[in-house]
């Protein structure tokens, strides 16, 4: 069976970005879309970026244990599907998680088989540059996300790996190695 790969990292740190351009690269990794209780933003596609559905939707999927784990980040919900990831690994396919800090530590928990990497910004301060420049967040929420980071890079301690993105380029590399390492 593949090892599944959980990526994580504070919110504004590239991670995105930089797991795009590794799927460009390696089209043969698939990654999970999770559900989310939190709007839409601008460009994103129900179904692409996430499932999007309702407070009560959602609770409904946590009632019917339709999740391999459920988060609540920022007063939204989200939540990784488990039949999905359980297919994929039966199948021997290669995926990719991308979920928040606590969500990645649940999955060690339950999937012994995965290998954690954590996506850790250069400076606190270029997080923060990020973060403001993304533009799609209120005020209120850059705050709020800004203090969990400070809880989350603590926490990197607990993942296998840590990449710190000074560039995206570099940052897939890094993941390339890992797979390799890894035999994944
Ligand atoms: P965003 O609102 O910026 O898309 O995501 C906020 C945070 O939620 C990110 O750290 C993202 O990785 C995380 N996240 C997305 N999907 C899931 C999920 O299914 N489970 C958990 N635990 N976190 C998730």
Same mark, same amino acid.
């Given at each position: 069976?593949?090892?599944?790969?959980?990526? $994580?990292g504070?919110? %504004?740190v590239g991670k995105?970005t930089i797991?795009?351009n590794?799927?460009?690269?390696?089209?043969?990794?698939?990654?999970?879309?999770? !559900?989310?209780?939190?709007?839409?933003?601008? %460009?994103?596609?129900?179904?692409?970026?996430?499932?999007? &559905?309702?407070?009560? =939707? *959602?609770?409904?999927?946590?009632?019917?244990?339709?999740? &391999?784990?459920?988060?609540? *980040? $920022? @007063?939204?919900?989200?939540?990784?599907?488990?039949?999905? +990831?359980?297919? !994929?690994? @039966?199948?021997?396919?290669?995926?990719? &998680?991308?979920? @928040? +800090?606590?969500?990645?530590?649940?999955?060690?928990?339950?999937?012994?088989? $995965?290998?954690?990497?954590?996506i850790l910004p250069p400076s606190f301060e270029e997080l923060?540059r990020r &973060?403001?420049?993304?533009?799609?967040?209120?005020?209120? $929420?850059?705050?709020?996300?800004?203090?969990?980071?400070?809880? =989350?890079?603590?926490?990197?301690?607990?993942? @296998?790996?840590t990449v710190t993105n000074n560039t995206v380029e570099k940052s897939v590399e890094e993941i390339?190695?890992?797979?390799?390492?890894?035999?994944?």
């Amino acid at each position: 069976m593949k090892k599944l790969i959980v990526i $994580s990292g504070s919110s %504004g740190v590239g991670k995105g970005t930089i797991i795009k351009n590794f799927l460009q690269k390696h089209p043969d990794f698939k990654l999970s879309v999770s !559900c989310t209780t939190r709007k839409k933003r601008e %460009g994103e596609i129900d179904g692409v970026n996430y499932y999007y &559905l309702s407070k009560e =939707e *959602f609770m409904k999927a946590v009632n019917n244990d339709e999740f &391999l784990e459920w988060t609540e *980040f $920022s @007063d939204n919900y989200y939540g990784t599907n488990k039949t999905f +990831v359980q297919k !994929c690994l @039966d199948n021997n396919e290669r995926l990719i &998680l991308e979920i @928040d +800090v606590k969500g990645a530590i649940n999955v060690k928990e339950k999937i012994k088989n $995965s290998v954690l990497i954590f996506i850790l910004p250069p400076s606190f301060e270029e997080l923060e540059r990020r &973060l403001r420049g993304r533009k799609t967040e209120t005020e209120e $929420s850059i705050r709020k996300r800004l203090s969990i980071v400070k809880s =989350e890079i603590q926490k990197s301690k607990l993942f @296998d790996y840590t990449v710190t993105n000074n560039t995206v380029e570099k940052s897939v590399e890094e993941i390339e190695q890992i797979i390799k390492d890894e035999q994944i």
